[in-house]
């Protein structure tokens, strides 16, 4: 309707101005090819769009490096409702997206998720601080432990928790404690669903990734050892 009223507007203007008048089936044709023109168009921006945002979304899924002199400590944490077990995993990566160490680990008569995600960041943050690494930034799943940290006076009903946290950070001078959704922190979340529901329950601490992993690290290191 709208490029109809139009070439009927343009069509008057021409009648009136020039006296000429345009073939009314071939009026009604070209009004018919510029609506598929337009419809057309329309639909490949649709696409276009819709394209560059599972671009976006695939981009921000994958993990971030930190920045050069820092390291990144990927919290991994996962929770058996049935068994009461947290497993606890923590992976140190540098701006490369290098794997230095990793770390796994068992917490029993675990009550909820959040209990989990608590003792596995202050035993991370502890055994970075044994370690004696410095400039770490500490990622984890988990906004309610991040803002705690950041926005203290907020949580006024949870200053126990605040406390047992910045107790194990003064240990480091330089640091940094970040939320990064499971997508982004999917090596160390794997590691710790091994722990929580795969019965992997040994303690240890090693070097480099886990073999079973390799793959998984790897590809994500090459994106930045350019």
């Known amino acids: 309707m709208p490029w109809l009223i139009w070439f009927l507007w343009k069509n008057r203007n021409n009648l009136l101005f020039e006296g000429k008048q345009s073939n009314l089936m071939e009026m009604i044709g070209k009004t018919f090819e510029e609506s598929e023109l337009w ?131 003064v240990r480091i001078e330089w640091w940094r404690l970040v939320k990064e959704c499971r997508d982004n922190n999917k090596g160390a979340f794997l590691i710790a669903q091994s722990v929580a529901k795969g019965g992997c329950l040994s303690s240890y601490v090693a070097t480099g990734g886990p073999r079973w992993l390799h793959e998984f690290f790897e590809s994500e290191e090459k994106l930045f050892s350019g």
């Open 39 to 169: 419809s057309l168009a329309q639909t490949h921006e649709q696409r276009l769009e819709e394209a560059q945002r599972k671009e976006a979304l695939e981009v921000q899924k994958k993990w971030s490096p930190p920045p050069r002199g820092w390291v990144k400590c990927n919290i991994g944490v996962g929770w058996s409702k049935r068994n009461q077990v947290g497993g606890g995993v923590w992976v140190i990566r540098d701006h490369k997206g290098k794997v230095l160490l990793h770390s796994r680990r068992a917490f029993y008569l675990i009550k909820n998720l959040h209990e989990a995600k608590l003792k596995a960041l202050v035993w991370a943050i502890e055994s970075i601080a044994d370690h004696h690494l410095d400039r770490v930034i500490f990622a984890i799943d988990d906004g309610d432990l991040t803002q705690m940290i950041l926005r203290p006076k907020a949580w006024p009903n949870f200053k126990g928790e605040i406390g047992l946290i910045m107790e194990r950070l």
